[in-house]
């Protein structure tokens, strides 16, 4: 079965600090990879998206990057952190002619 | 480009009461239509989809969604309301270059 895991689940970090979110992927071959940022009280704002390995589509210039250096690992970046950077991350993918699945979430606090 | 717009930001509901959530896409052609629940702190769940065919589709949990093409819409339905359907209420259209795209969420509040 296709099964999606994302960690961590929670995260605190310093201003000015690096950071990596990780997310991988089971059951599934050449998935469509996406993550989002979900702030408080607002709606889902997609960051990145992937259709394959080393391809990135980026959708809002930000302090954040995105990388896919297997097929089914997706991850997210940051070399300095910024109090704007707090929220809830989430990954999902798409399998060929399925709905996404998503994973649990990574509350990022930055302080 | 494609987009999603959920009108209404918060719906309160009597438990037991219907509920119905807009539901508004902008694509040019046949699109892929989701609705999602989240809970508090948790991912997303899927709750029903549209491909193609039928153009009112049963879900999970009691719900219903109806895709109207001339009018762009894809609204959730629910007959009767349960006090775990508090959450919120994510609509999504998946377009052209395997964009996957929200609209900003529904947050639906039951009352005893």
């Known amino acids: 079965s296709q099964t999606i895991h994302q960690w961590p689940a929670t995260l605190v970090q310093p201003v000015g600090s690096p950071l990596s979110l990780e997310c991988t992927v089971e059951g599934t071959s050449n998935p469509n990879l996406y993550w989002y940022r979900q702030a408080a009280g607002r709606g889902l704002q997609l960051l990145f998206y992937?259709?394959?390995?080393?391809?990135i589509s980026s959708e809002v210039p930000q302090n954040l990057s995105a990388s896919r250096p297997q097929d089914r690992q997706f991850i997210l970046s940051s070399k300095k952190l910024l109090l704007s950077d707090s929220g809830f991350y989430l990954c999902a993918f798409r399998g060929i002619g399925t709905e996404a699945f998503f994973g649990q979430g990574t509350r990022l606090t930055v302080v | 480009a494609q987009s999603v717009t959920q009108p209404d930001i918060h719906i309160t509901v009597s438990e037991g009461a219907s509920l119905e959530l807009r539901c508004n896409y902008s694509?040019?052609?046949?699109?892929?239509l989701f609705w999602y629940v989240q809970s508090p702190g948790q991912g997303l769940q899927l709750l029903l989809k549209y491909f193609s065919g039928d153009t009112l589709v049963q879900g999970i949990k009691g719900f219903e969604a109806e895709f109207k093409r001339s009018q762009s819409s894809f609204n959730l339905r629910k007959p009767s309301v349960h006090w775990s359907d508090a959450a919120e209420y994510f609509c999504a259209v998946y377009g052209a270059g395997n964009k996957l795209t929200f609209g900003g969420g529904t947050r639906v509040l039951v009352k005893p």
């Open positions: 992937s259709v394959g390995i080393g391809q």
């Open positions: 694509y040019g052609a046949t699109p892929y």
